[in-house]
């Protein structure tokens, strides 16, 4: 009878972890989602309330490594001083992975349809979980 308890326990356990990683997953694909929407609007503070405010944000690229969203945000609208420059953004997700309880690892394709002419790149984002709130704290786009 112990084992049948201990079995019925593994499974709603089980059945629970799948379910908050599943919760954690969409909810980490509606930023990404929102994300794109404030961008496509021209919104640059929009999109970067997906990213964490905070000076130890890290932003990687061609440039090398910086640090604080603030400068992302000055970086962002000096990289895409209008709406041409910054067309239309569309996310590929490739794979969404929990690293632990509090972090998950993206990977990614990002891409802008643009009158000036298309680009596009790949980017892994580290998201961690932050006083409740699923927020992106390093990106590495290229």
Not at 29 to 35: A, G, K, M, N, R
Not at 62 to 77: C, E, H, P, T, V
Not at 109 to 132: E, M, P, Q, Y
Request: proline residues 1%; contains cysteine; aromatic residues 12%.
């Amino acid at each position: 009878m112990r084992k049948v308890i201990f079995l019925i326990q593994l499974i709603f356990l089980s059945a629970t972890i799948v379910n908050a990683q599943s919760k954690d997953e969409a909810i980490i694909q509606s930023i990404l989602e929102q994300q794109t929407v404030e961008w496509n609007k021209g919104n640059l503070e929009g999109f970067m309330s997906g990213y964490w405010q905070n000076d130890s944000l890290m932003f990687i690229n061609n440039n090398g490594i910086s640090y604080g969203w603030q400068r992302a945000l000055d970086n962002y609208k000096k990289g895409y001083p209008d709406t041409a420059s910054m067309g239309k953004l569309n996310f590929n997700l490739l794979q969404i992975k929990r690293l632990s309880a509090d972090y998950f690892f993206v990977i990614g394709k990002w891409h802008l349809t643009r009158s000036i002419g298309d680009v596009g790149g790949a980017f892994t984002l580290v998201i961690c979980k932050i006083k409740g709130r699923w927020i992106i704290t390093a990106d590495h786009s290229c």
